[in-house]
């Protein structure tokens, strides 16, 4: 089992930045593939970003890519969404999510655990 918690969420105006850490903890070595995705009301969960075991590899939804950074820490079992230029259709619902495989795949039913989650709101 795998447990995952995130934190670092909140309010912030258009525009801004947030990083958003999640932290693993059990069985750890399993996490090969850390991902973040994110739900909206009335939305389904879309994809974010993930990253594979060794960092290396990453991959992001269109809609985020060249404002967020995922990486991770692997001695400290976290990983992080760095997120700037924050625009008001960010706001969601984030979850980090661990899979148990070493490719990086979009859907969510790929991957095997999730935090509970952490709200973002961008104000205009």
């Known amino acids: 089992q795998v447990q995952l918690v995130e934190s670092g969420g909140g309010l912030v105006q258009a525009g801004g930045s947030l990083r958003l850490s999640c932290a693993a903890s059990?069985?750890?070595?399993?996490?090969?593939?850390m991902g973040w995705f994110r739900q909206a009301p009335g939305k389904e969960r879309e994809f974010v970003a993930a990253?594979?075991?060794?960092?290396?590899?990453?991959s992001y939804a269109d809609s985020v890519k060249g404002r967020f950074t995922i990486s991770r820490d692997n001695a400290k079992n976290t990983v992080f969404l760095q997120m700037n230029s924050l625009k008001p259709e960010d706001t969601a619902v984030y979850y980090c999510?661990?899979?148990?495989?070493?490719?990086?795949?979009?859907?969510?039913?790929?991957?095997?655990?999730w935090g509970q989650g952490t709200q973002v709101t961008v104000s205009s």
């Open positions: 999510a661990s899979r148990r495989y070493y490719n990086i795949l979009r859907v969510s039913t790929a991957y095997d655990y």
């Open positions: 059990g069985r750890t070595d399993s996490n090969y593939v």
């Open positions: 990253i594979g075991r060794s960092g290396g590899i990453t």
